[in-house]
């Protein structure tokens, strides 16, 4: 297991375009955040129908099977800190080590039917969270950790570069 935990930022893409996957969720309306994680979620079946989805095309990088289920937990887990942040004043989201997730639930073990099924869900359930929002709510407030601050419109462009970046780092 030689994957190195990734520990940047990443709050910029929400300012500007990603340099490597080139995907802008700068200016991203928050009407059409829920359309485009469901557009997203309808492509990853086609990656975990490959017949090298468990394989890693290198030491340090993930299988397309581990990216799709960590798209899977990540949709979840957003869906969760949505909900805490429109039923609580400014909350801190709970850490996620998204490295030790992929290792504790073996990730790369898992049945891509089912993974399939899961991801479906945790989309439908977060683009149904969104769509579910007044404009007031879509301004409300949480944070990491690590003092990052995020409204819930910031933190959907953050959530929708992730699965963006995330269909990119498979497409080779
Ligand atoms: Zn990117």
């Not at 520990?7 to 955040?33: F, L, M, Q, S």
């Not at 990216?67 to 887990?77: E, F, G, K, P």
Request: aromatic share 8%; with cysteine.
């Amino acid at each position: 297991m030689l994957i190195v935990p990734d520990t940047k930022n990443w709050t910029w893409v929400i300012e500007r375009p990603c340099p490597e996957c080139g995907y802008d969720a700068t200016d991203h309306p928050d009407a059409t955040i829920a359309t485009a994680i469901r557009t997203n979620a309808a492509t990853w079946p086609a990656v975990l129908a490959r017949p090298d989805t468990r394989v890693r095309p290198n030491d340090a990088t993930w299988s397309p099977l581990e990216y799709t289920a960590h798209v899977r937990d990540v949709l979840r887990i957003y869906r969760d800190r949505v909900r805490l942040m429109v039923e609580t004043d400014d909350p801190v989201y709970e850490n996620w080590d998204q490295d030790a997730a992929a290792v504790a639930d073996s990730y790369n073990e898992q049945d891509p039917a089912l993974v399939a099924a899961e991801l479906a869900d945790a989309a439908s359930a977060l683009a149904g969270a969104f769509d579910a929002l007044s404009a007031a709510e879509w301004q409300r407030v949480g944070r990491r950790s690590d003092g990052a601050n995020f409204t819930i419109s910031s933190l959907s462009k953050y959530l929708l570069h992730d699965v963006e970046h995330h269909r990119w780092d498979v497409a080779g």
